[in-house]
């Protein structure tokens, strides 16, 4: 995915990145992994269920357009207006804030402190800086993953979108174990819907999800 042999302070980093992404808990696509496992579709067709989900914007994509951002930015000096345009749009800053982690992605802090010693003075590793520093000033989330992954893959040469890629091969190994304890379960994880219209005749809405032993 680059142009030239990697350094090995980089390779750590992406190998570093692998395990960072190779599981957390139920994500959406694992939540579709599992839900084919629990089917008994085999281990390909599980896999090629859970890139489905993947590929979306708010999901593996992210990542790719944390890197355009960066792209973008290109120089330290222009992260303040490349994020003052998007606020103003009203659009979403990717590689940012994380539906589980409010505080903090914690993945994240731990692929900049590796970035931070395998590539120390990186332009790219200082326009991410810039962009982080931007975002704090105006007091909007912390980075998550999806930022650092594409900060590893811009200041490493890859190709666009290989940030995608990277988090498709890492979280393969964590499908394919929840498909795993799926497959030993032997029941079909089946959610039921509850009616949400006008409320019941005692007034209440009722939702509720549970393990079905069968059905389609």
């Known amino acids: 995915m680059t142009p030239r042999a990697p350094e090995p302070a ?15 808990e139920l994500a959406a696509s694992t939540l579709a992994a599992r839900v084919a496992a ?13 890139l489905g989900v993947l590929g979306g914007p708010l ?6 357009g944390a890197e355009r951002l960066l792209a973008e930015v290109a120089e330290p000096s222009h992260a303040s207006r490349v994020i003052t345009e998007r606020v103003r749009r009203g659009e979403r800053i990717p590689g940012f804030g994380h539906s589980v982690y409010k505080n903090g992605d914690s993945r994240a ?3 900049f402190e ?28 912390d980075p998550n993953i999806d930022f650092a992954l594409a900060t590893l893959t811009s200041l490493s040469g890859m190709v666009p979108g290989a940030g995608e890629a990277i988090f498709a091969v890492a979280r393969t190994a964590g499908w394919l ?6 497959y030993a379960k032997g029941t079909l994880l089946r959610p039921r819907a509850s009616y949400i219209g006008p409320p019941h005749a005692d007034g209440r809405h009722r939702m509720f999800t549970r393990r079905s032993p069968g059905g389609a």
């Open 109 to 111: 802090t731990v692929l």
């Open 114 to 141: 590796i970035l931070t010693h395998a590539a120390p003075g990186h332009p790219a590793l200082d326009v991410a800086q810039a962009v982080r520093k931007e975002l704090r000033r105006r007091r909007l989330p």
């Open 59 to 64: 999901h593996g994509g992210a990542s790719y």
């Open 10 to 24: 980089l390779l750590s980093a992406l190998q570093a990145a692998l395990v960072l992404l190779a599981d957390h």
């Open 38 to 50: 629990s089917a008994k579709a085999d281990p390909y067709a599980v896999v090629l269920t859970a």
């Open 177 to 182: 174990a929840h498909a795993m304890e799926e």
